[in-house]
Each structure stands twice: as structure tokens, then as C-alpha cells.
């Protein structure tokens, strides 16, 4: 209020960033990199990462074992991550009990993408990373996509450019930083930090990373298999550019109703999930080249062998988890009153920290489904096949490269006219400054939903 | 915005809990029972609800025992609670690795006041409660204090009472709800759903219950060893209903930054703790009486025999925590431009489920580091103990008596007159507004920090 004061006012500064957010979400094409070079880059580095990936028998794998008397797969240093096994125990569901394997990899790393003005107008420094479950190579990552032992160097290594940016960020200049979870089914526990922090003009692209506008970054998010996974929810945590006059305040139920709803089916309901030798799984089997469901469902633990054609970057090898069959990902919305609303369910996955977390409409396998009667399909399941046909989005998007091999889902968001009746209490419409709201905070949207979250604001 | 509008309006709907909530913080004396008879109905209950407790060897302990393995005590039934032992590393405190009991309870229950219209001012629903725990019987209690084994009555056992007020409350009727941690150095992540909810004139207040303002409740927080812990963190996360004109918005960081410290204080430091035998914990000793730390400090585990004076409550015996020494929980607070803050610590405690959460300033049994050099005492401890005699509040209060035998603290608010410089990023200045919203949102603010939350308030 006075000239002198030591006081920062969050809403003001909040609303100077959306604006900044929208002038480059409206920027279609690019003043750093046109649209024309970007794609010219991306072949680039494509061939100039380009890996060979080969599926080999566990035998194979340098430095990696089988525990002898748990059967838990890990490195022989103790880095990187484990794969152990869960019996996880759930009033959640419909299935009460099962075993599964997972991945056990407790460190919190950084996700981080770089903000820096050109022309007044954001830009985001975008990377070209090759992972090798990745289908295609390269997709576009964050700035920086580290795990702790990854920026910590306790294992020595080479330096992660851009760290600095993340973990010395100026005073003033973080946008958004929030612990996020990732995918309870695959993963135990497993969160990353979300980070946007805005840069001067001292930060210059390398090789492989180029300035984009928000604008062309959401042309991509409507491209197959083109932003990553990690990309994608560092980009839900961003303010949501596209505000609303009025509206903001009025939503199907209140914040407080909201919250109360996530509370009560966390509060409602158990998932005790105890660790367990990958041994002794139930239902799971070992043979040379993959740890497998007796029903060939689910998902399998392979390993593989990569070469790089990059002369500094040795060959490695190591094991991936990969699913069966593409996955589902579709959420409802609907206009009530002019304000956008989306049908999320809350989730019970095994690796969650907090029991549930807000997940799409539907997520799901299909296939895992298909031969099943309808009352034991996912509710929605059958909407969502039959209405995807008028999605407004529908794009297949991969899963983590670095920890799965191939995993891709359809991301479709599907416009809904009417009001659906709501099959149980573990869904509810919640308005989009609701949503956003709930990214502000940690583990309220898993990350299949954070990845509509981003597709949705590609929308107009 | 049209008279058919579906939407609700939260800001408006709360700001109306706020001013009704702000009647009730002004009448100082009660409506429906006035402080006269308050303090008569509390001796009346004390006298009604007399329990004698007994330290008794862990042999006379019925239904409990040792695991002949583990060493772990527990429940023959497998209910209530385990007492097993943590190992603990961290690298955010000065001590690298250590041992510890902890009480394993990992059942979300609720926590839960009810609030009722007497002529126009909401009224809370508060108990009279009695716990083996507690120095001085009965307590004051939620109107709801359960664990879920006690509300879905597997194990049987009468009903709770008013627990369906919680359990199925009516459309619009919850004022909070969210889960939040307690004592994370005596539980292993426990939580509990605190809810506070309005009911309607058809519920009406036991023999053990009393319908008070909150101003009543108030002025009972000035009173050692009178609220309970479950009533205290329960209040705090009521609305705030001492609105500043202006100042909401203004912060000596925005809300950005807060969250964002938070992130980095949970992201760059690890807690790993891994379940241990209580046989097997290294510098603790177990004889007939009592578990305990080699040097006499922390805390022990004990067993009392309890005999109930009302004959309908046959007599039991339970294992308890006890602590060593008084603490101290002191909060600094201070205004900027007219503006409250009030100094919290991210502390790490080995029970935490999120890393770290935000407690007071200072929070420590002091009695433990009298002997030690000044670099090893927690920071501020010097200035806390000097600066107590000007404190704003300093009341001692219980915690759990349910669970914890006897454990009592000092909790003293303290006005600091100018910038105090910050030791470390581990502390920082937070706003009225901010600490607000940190409370929607679950895991935030410690147990501690969260009474002298309610403690603030109790302050003009």
C-alpha cells in the first residue's frame, strides 16, 4: 500500500503471470524457433539420438540381479530403482486383494521447465530427450528431468544442465512448484517435483533444447506420441492462462464440498498395501526374459538392452515394465451455467501415498474388458467408447520412457451435453478454477488426469 | 446468476460462515449454558467420569503383549494400536540416524465438532471426555472423537454417538473437513478426518455434551490442560473469522513462494524410515515396567491398569506413551504493515508421511538440552524461554490422553518486535491468510503448530 512496503501481493503478481501465460499461448508460431525449423529440429535430434533397444534375457542385464531370497529385482549398487512385490489389500474396488510387482524408487527428483521472455512474450525451454521406451526416440521433455541422485551426483555422473535454474531459482521468479505423484498402479510412492521458474536472458538454448512458445508447445500436445509424460504435468501446474470473466467463484459445489469429498474417500476407505518378495507373488510368474500375470494381463517386467548412436553415451542396460494392451484415459466435461466442469473419479491406486486421488472419467485397459460382462466394466467404459467418436480431444500420449516400455494411452476428452447420473459417490464435477486449485497442491490429480488437464487447455 | 442457476457461490457462502462464526467468537457467555453453570457442568462430569489409573508391569497388561519374534506390543485381537520401532536417517536435523518406539495406528478416524443455530449464533457441540492419559480426568472433546474401527464397529461395541452427523451430513452442512497428522515423533503417519459440521435443531446435547459459543470455547483455551488436543485441531481448522478489512492479499512472500518452500523443503531432504522390531532398537531397553531410552530421555512406553467409575464402562488396561519432560511449543509472531505472520518451521518428524510439515518456531522438551552446548539447542530456544514472560499466551495443554500418558506442553505465542534474522531456510514467515489456506489442504501444519493456531485466535 505505501511506497515502502515489504509486502507482495500474491493475486496481483498471479494475475500478471496468466496474462503473460495467455500472450503466449496465443503465440501459434514461434519468434525463437518457427513452427517450420521446430519440426526440422525434432527430425534432428531424433537421428542424432537415435537408440537401438533390444528386448534381452534378464541373464543379460549388466549389473542388475534377482535378490536371492526376496526375488526383487535390483541394481547391484543399490541405485536407480527396485522392483519388488506388493500385496495390497482394498475396500476400494471390486477387487478386494492382489499381488503386483512394482517399482520402488523413493527419491523425489525435479521436473522443471524454464520460462524466459522474448519480445515481452514467455517462452519455454523445451528438450529433446530419447528414452528407450520411448516408440519413436525423442519426445519433447522439460528443461530438466532429474532424479535426486541425478542432481545430487552422489553417484558421480555429469553435470544436469539447467539445474541451477531449479534449485537456485531467483527470488520472485518460481511460477509453480509442487510435489506431484505419478502412476500408483506401476509405481510405490513415486512423486517428482513440478516446476516452472522464469529465467533471464543469460540462459541460452543447447543443443537439444529450443525455445517455444505455449502456443506451439499445445500444438504438440495435439500430436501422437510427441510432449512426454513428465512434460505434461509440469505443464498442468501452470496457471491456468484462460481466465474466465466471472464464474471463477460458482461451481456445481462449493471448494469446501469439494475438499470434503476427496477427504471422505480417503477417510472412507483402506488400501494397505504391504511390501513382498517378487517371489512370492501370487498370480505372477518368472521365466528368462519377463516377470508376467498368469493371465497375460496387466503388465510385464522385461529388460532391455540399449545402444546410443551418441559417441559420449555408453550402451546400458535395464529393465522396463511394460503394459498389455494401450490404455483408455477419457474425461467428461460439460458447460453448467457457462462454467466448465469435468467428471473426475477418485482413485484408489496401490503406490498412492494418500489412498486416493482424483483420476479421469474413465481410465482403463479396454481390452482387459472386453470379454467381461458389463457389470464388471469400469462405470462410464462403454460412454466413453461409444462417444469418442465427437471428442474434441483425442490423442495418444506415451508414459514414461525411462521406466516403461511402449506404454501408451488414448487421451480423449469427450464433451458431454446433459447431466450424467453419477454412478457413486467416487465421482463428481468439478469446475475447472476448482481443478486448478487442486494443482496447487500436492496429490489431488493423478497423472493421467494432470495430462487432460494440459490437452484441455489446448482448447480454445 | 440467474434465479435457476445450479452453481453455488463459494467465496459468498463462505464469508457467511465467517460472520456467523464471528457472532459466536463475540458472545463470551453462553446461551444455552452460561460460564457459571459451564464450569459446574465440567466439575459434575469430572466427578461422574473419575477413573483410576494405575501403572501396572506390562505383564498384568490383559490382551496385550510382546511379539515373541518382533518383540513388537500388540494387541492379541490385532486392534487398537502396535508399538513397534522405526529406524530413521534423515539429513535435515543434526542427528544422522536413530531408533525410536512409535505407535503404529493406521486407521483414519474422525475428529468431528457440530455446530447449531441458538437464536441466530452457531453453538459447538463440545464433550466432556475422560482419558487414562490426561492429568486431570476429563477434557474438553469434539462432539465425535473416533477411530474408524469405533465407527464401523467391526469389533463391535455400542454405538458413537451424533457420529451419523458426520458420517452422512446434510447437503451444504460441512463447514471443514480434512485430514491432518498428528504427533509425527509418536505416531507412525496417523491422521485423523477433522470435520466440523452443521446440524440441525433436532440434535440436541447429551449428558456429557454441552452446546457452547465460541467464545466460550475461547476463553476455555486460555485454561491449562482444559481443550483437548482432538478439540484443538479440530478449531483450528474452522474458518478464520477475524477478517482484516484489506491485507489478505499482501504477504512478506506470496503464496507461490510459501508453497513453493515447502515443495523444496519436502523434495530436497529425506526421511527414510523403515519398520524395526521393538526388540531389536538400538540404545532402548525394555524391563517389567516400562520401555525406555538408555539415557532416560525422549519418551517411555508404559502400561496402566484403568478401572472407570460408571458402571456401564468395564475396567481395562492399555499400553501409553510417556513422555519425559514438559515441552515447549512457542510461536513467534509479528505484524508487517499492519499485516500478521507468524514464524513456522518445516520440521522432519520420522512419522510424517509428507517429509516434512510446518511447525512453531520453537517446539522441544527444553529440560532435554539444558545441558548442551548452545550450537546444539534448536534455534530460537534462548529467545523463547527469555521472551516467555512477555508472551501473549502461555497455557499449558495436554496432548492425546488416549495415548499418551501425562504428555503436557507449554505452548506460549510471542510478539517479536522487529525482523528476527532467519537461521536457516528452514523457517519462514507466513501470513494469517496463508496459514488459512494451508489448512484446507491436508498435512500443512503440524499438531503443535495447529494448537497455537487455535491459540492465536483466541486473541483479539
Redo the contacts between chains.
Keep these: 500500500?505505501?511506497a515502502t512496503?515489504?509486502?507482495?501481493?500474491?493475486?496481483?503478481?498471479?494475475l500478471r503471470i496468466r496474462s503473460r501465460l495467455a500472450a503466449s499461448a496465443a503465440a501459434r508460431d514461434g519468434g525463437v524457433l518457427s513452427n517450420a525449423r521446430l519440426a526440422e529440429w525434432l527430425e534432428d535430434r531424433r537421428r542424432a539420438q537415435a537408440q537401438r533397444v533390444e528386448r534381452v534375457p534378464f541373464a543379460e542385464l549388466a549389473g542388475w540381479g534377482f535378490d536371492e531370497e526376496t526375488g526383487d529385482l535390483r541394481h547391484r549398487s543399490g541405485r536407480f530403482f527396485t522392483v519388488h512385490g506388493l500385496r495390497v489389500r482394498s475396500d476400494f474396488g471390486p477387487v478386494a486383494e492382489w499381488d503386483q510387482p512394482i517399482i520402488d524408487q523413493?527419491?523425489?527428483g525435479?521436473l522443471g521447465i524454464a520460462l524466459r521472455d522474448f519480445d515481452g512474450v514467455p517462452h519455454l525451454l523445451m528438450q529433446a530427450k530419447s528414452e528407450p521406451g520411448n516408440v519413436n526416440g525423442v519426445q519433447l521433455s522439460p528443461t530438466v528431468q532429474a532424479t535426486?541422485s541425478n542432481y545430487t551426483r552422489v553417484h558421480g555422473g555429469s553435470a544436469v544442465p539447467y539445474l541451477d535454474c531449479f534449485r537456485r531459482p531467483r527470488p520472485?521468479s518460481?511460477?509453480?512448484?509442487?510435489?506431484q505423484s505419478e502412476q500408483g498402479s506401476w509405481f510405490l510412492r513415486k512423486r517428482n517435483?513440478n516446476m516452472i521458474v522464469e529465467v533471464g536472458p543469460e540462459v541460452e538454448a543447447g543443443e537439444d533444447f529450443a525455445w517455444l512458445t505455449l502456443g506451439q508447445v499445445n500444438a504438440l500436445l495435439g500430436a501422437d506420441d510427441t510432449v512426454n509424460m513428465d512434460a505434461r504435468t509440469v505443464l498442468s501446474c501452470l496457471p491456468d492462462w484462460r481466465q474466465d470473466a466471472?464464474g471463477a467463484?460458482?461451481?456445481?459445489?462449493?471448494?469446501?464440498?469439494v475438499?470434503?469429498w476427496i477427504?471422505?474417500r480417503?477417510?472412507e476407505h483402506?488400501v494397505?498395501a504391504a511390501p513382498v518378495g517378487l517371489a512370492r507373488l501370487r498370480g505372477w510368474h518368472r521365466d528368462e526374459r519377463a516377470v508376467s500375470h498368469e493371465r497375460g494381463q496387466h503388465f510385464s517386467v522385461v529388460a532391455v538392452d540399449v545402444a546410443s548412436g551418441r559417441r559420449e553415451v555408453p550402451a546400458w542396460s535395464q529393465p522396463l515394465l511394460q503394459p498389455h494392451g494401450v490404455g483408455l484415459a477419457a474425461l467428461f466435461v460439460r458447460r453448467?451455467?457457462g462454467?466448465p466442469h469435468a467428471l473426475l473419479r477418485a482413485r484408489a491406486e496401490a503406490g498412492f501415498?494418500?489412498v486416493a486421488e482424483l483420476g479421469p472419467t474413465v481410465q482403463c485397459t479396454p481390452e482387459n474388458y472386453a470379454h467381461l460382462p458389463e457389470e464388471v466394466r469400469p462405470p462410464y467404459l462403454a460412454e466413453a467408447l461409444a462417444w469418442r467418436e465427437k471428442a474434441v480431444y483425442d490423442v495418444v500420449q506415451s508414459e514414461e520412457g525411462g521406466r516403461f516400455l511402449h506404454a501408451r494411452s488414448h487421451y480423449a476428452v469427450i464433451e458431454v451435453e446433459d447431466a450424467l447420473p453419477l454412478v457413486s459417490d467416487e465421482f463428481q464435477w468439478v469446475s475447472r478454477p476448482q481443478i486448478e486449485d487442486l494443482l496447487?497442491?500436492?496429490h489431488h490429480l493423478n497423472v493421467q488426469a494432470r495430462t487432460l488437464v494440459a490437452a484441455l487447455r489446448t482448447l480454445s
Tied chains: 1, 2.
Design positions: 500500500m505505501t512496503t515489504l509486502l507482495r501481493p500474491s493475486r496481483s503478481e498471479e523413493p527419491e523425489i525435479i535426486r520472485g518460481v511460477v509453480a512448484d509442487v510435489l517435483r466471472g467463484d460458482r461451481a456445481l459445489h462449493t471448494d469446501t464440498e475438499r470434503s477427504t471422505r480417503r477417510a483402506e494397505v453448467v451455467d462454467v501415498a494418500t496447487r497442491y500436492s
